[in-house]
């Protein structure tokens, strides 16, 4: 008996010592698979936080660049404002020109002119007091033109308008203001918003 028990013993000995390499190799193998969870955790979180963090980003990005779109419009109808008020004042100094300002224009308009027939000048309503009928005959006269003041005015509005062999030549500051508009913008915006 004392065989047997030594052989019980040995084997309980080497089942013991397999179940105990064996729970050596299930422990090492376990710690490799929580090792390579947790990793695989870690390299989660991280694509998960880069890709919540791009999307921070991409959502900053896309408010900033409608900020400065908006801004940009702001500043765009700012300008513009600015430069339809130019407009307006240089309205307003044309129509409030003194009278020798409005004669010496009136008289470069003409001499730009060569009319072979007969001209009628229709002053604007608002210049109705600055050019006497003395002076455009004294002129007309110096110059050897056939110029006569119209008794009519031109409804609200300042400069005049020259009929000559029935078309009317508009000289109404408004008109040309608005005629040369497109043209003096680049100019203006330029100087003003350099």
């Known amino acids: 008996m004392s065989d ?19 729970l050596v190799e299930t422990r090492s193998q376990a710690e490799i698979i929580v090792l390579n969870g947790e990793h695989q955790i870690e390299e989660m979180q991280k694509v998960q936080q ?7 980003l991409q959502d900053y990005q896309l408010q900033l660049n409608a900020y400065k779109v908006k801004l940009r419009n702001q500043l765009l109808a700012e300008k513009q404002q600015i430069l339809s008020d130019c407009f307006k004042a240089a309205l307003a100094e ?15 308009v003409l001499l730009n002119l060569q009319p072979e027939e007969s001209i009628e000048l229709v002053l604007g309503e608002q ?3 600055v050019l006497s009928k003395e002076w455009l005959a004294n002129i007309a006269e110096t110059n050897h033109w056939k ?23 508009n000289f109404c500051f408004a008109s040309l203001i608005a005629e040369q508009r497109e043209n003096l913008i680049p100019l203006l915006a ?5």
């Open 50 to 56: 880069q890709k919540i963090a791009e999307e921070q």
């Open 127 to 129: 210049s109705k007091d």
């Open 147 to 169: 110029i006569v003041l119209s008794p009519e005015y031109v409804a609200n509005e300042a400069g005049f308008v020259l009929r000559i062999a029935g078309i009317d030549y």
């Open 4 to 22: 047997l028990k030594k052989l019980t013993s040995q084997m309980i000995e080497r089942v013991e010592a397999e179940v105990a390499k064996e």
């Open 190 to 194: 330029g100087k003003l918003f350099p």
């Open 94 to 108: 044309m129509s409030h020109w003194n009278t020798a300002d409005f004669q010496q224009f009136v008289e470069g």
